[in-house]
């Protein structure tokens, strides 16, 4: 059974760090994009973040500079590092994969396989 599992979040204070891992099992990352996305209350989720098979990747405008999104294909594991959070970066993080070529735009609708989700909280 293919799974996307996500950890790392938790609460943050403005200006913190928090490093975001999304694990697969039952099925390998490498031939696989994988995205980041994130859903705040009362809102439409966005992409925040995706990577292809060969390592390039995309941002959304507002994390550019702060996040980065690694895959390490020995541990089956793509993590995103998200550093000087801000209060508006809080929401739910999704990690999600798709077989195939992805566009730069990281909409959701292009993935297939999603994982359950981590809470990423920024607030003093």
């Known amino acids: 059974q293919m799974q996307l599992v996500e950890s790392g979040g938790g609460l943050v204070q403005p200006g913190g760090s928090l490093k975001l891992s999304c694990a697969a099992s039952?099925?390998?990352?490498?031939?696989?994009?994988i995205a980041w996305f994130r859903q705040a209350p009362g809102k439409e989720r966005e992409g925040v973040s995706c990577i292809r098979e060969d390592h390039s990747t995309h941002y959304l405008d507002s994390v550019k500079g702060r996040f980065t999104i690694v895959r390490d294909n020995a541990k089956n594991t793509v993590f995103l590092q998200m550093n000087n959070l801000r209060p508006e970066d809080t929401g739910v993080y999704y990690c999600a994969a798709v077989r195939g070529p992805i566009s730069p735009a990281i909409a959701p609708i292009e993935y297939n396989y999603w994982g359950q989700g981590t809470q990423v909280t920024v607030s003093s």
């Open positions: 039952g099925f390998t990352l490498d031939v696989y994009a």
